[in-house]
T-cell receptor, first 112, second 113 residues
Framework: DAKTTQPPSMDCAEGRAANLPCNHS???????VYWYRQIHSQGPQYIIH???NNETNEMASLIITEDRKSSTLILPHATLRDTAVYYC?????????????FGQGTTLQVKP | NAGVTQTPKFRVLKTGQSMTLLCAQD?????MYWYRQDPGMGLRLIHY???????AKGEVPDGYNVSRLKKQNFLLGLESAAPSQTSVYFC????????????FGQGTRLTVV
């Protein structure tokens, strides 16, 4: 079963920041939070990941709460090309498999 | 870099036919995964492999078999295709460290009629 909960859909105005929330209240202490996105049923594209510290790369920022039970993906200046399904994933450590268990994701619609 | 390559990209099968989907990665990754995605849903794990010669079941393994004879290749087989296996299939690979990303292929769209 997915270990994350996300809102099914969100809208964002082009040029504004998109803030996508995720709850992962059952996350274990050494499990990472990953974010991927999927555009038009293409293969999922990696965005960012983190353990407990906030992370930033050229695509986005990841804010993880101190208790690690939730996180927020921030796209600082959303464009129309950021319209996609965004998946928040906890990478499962059991049996050293590193499985990515997907939930339903959030459909982000960036509007002009 | 090719990354993760899936073959074929599209296929139509008749019920009862068999086929093999090939996933090839050129990144020397130990871990490989097969997922399926049905319309409007997230990806579900079918089978995975943590190294050459080893495979294991995921969330939805029934009706599928896999083999990892070479480190760079992960094969997904359908012995007797059913309409319920109509889906988009994705392969992924990663290094055996949980703080590294997994790379996905572009998918195989399979229709069983």
């Amino acid at each position: 079963d997915a270990k994350t909960t996300q809102p099914p859909s969100m809208d964002c105005a082009e040029g504004r920041a998109a803030n996508l929330p995720c709850n992962h209240s059952t996350i274990s202490g050494n499990e990472y939070v990953y974010w991927y996105r999927q555009i038009h049923s293409q293969g999922p594209q990696y965005i960012i990941h983190g353990l407990k510290n906030n992370e930033t790369n050229e695509m986005a920022s990841l804010i993880i709460t101190e208790d690690r039970k939730s996180s927020t993906l921030i796209l600082p200046h959303a464009t129309l090309r950021d319209t996609a399904v965004y998946y928040c994933i906890v990478r499962v450590l059991e049996s050293n498999t590193g499985k990515l268990i997907f939930g339903q994701g959030t459909t982000l619609q960036v509007k002009p | 870099n090719a990354g993760v390559t899936q073959t074929p990209k599209f296929r139509v099968l008749k019920t009862g036919q068999s086929m093999t989907l090939l996933c090839a990665q050129d990144m020397n990754h130990e871990y490989m995964y097969w997922y399926r995605q049905d319309p409007g849903m997230g990806l579900r794990l079918i089978h995975y492999s943590v190294g050459e010669g080893t495979t294991a079941k995921g969330e939805v393994p029934d009706g599928y078999n896999v083999s990892r004879l070479k480190k760079q290749n992960f094969l997904l087989g359908l012995e007797s295709a059913a309409p319920s296996q109509t889906s988009v299939y994705f392969c992924a690979s990663s290094r055996p460290y949980f703080n590294t990303e997994a790379f996905f292929g572009q998918g195989t769209r399979l229709t069983v009629v």
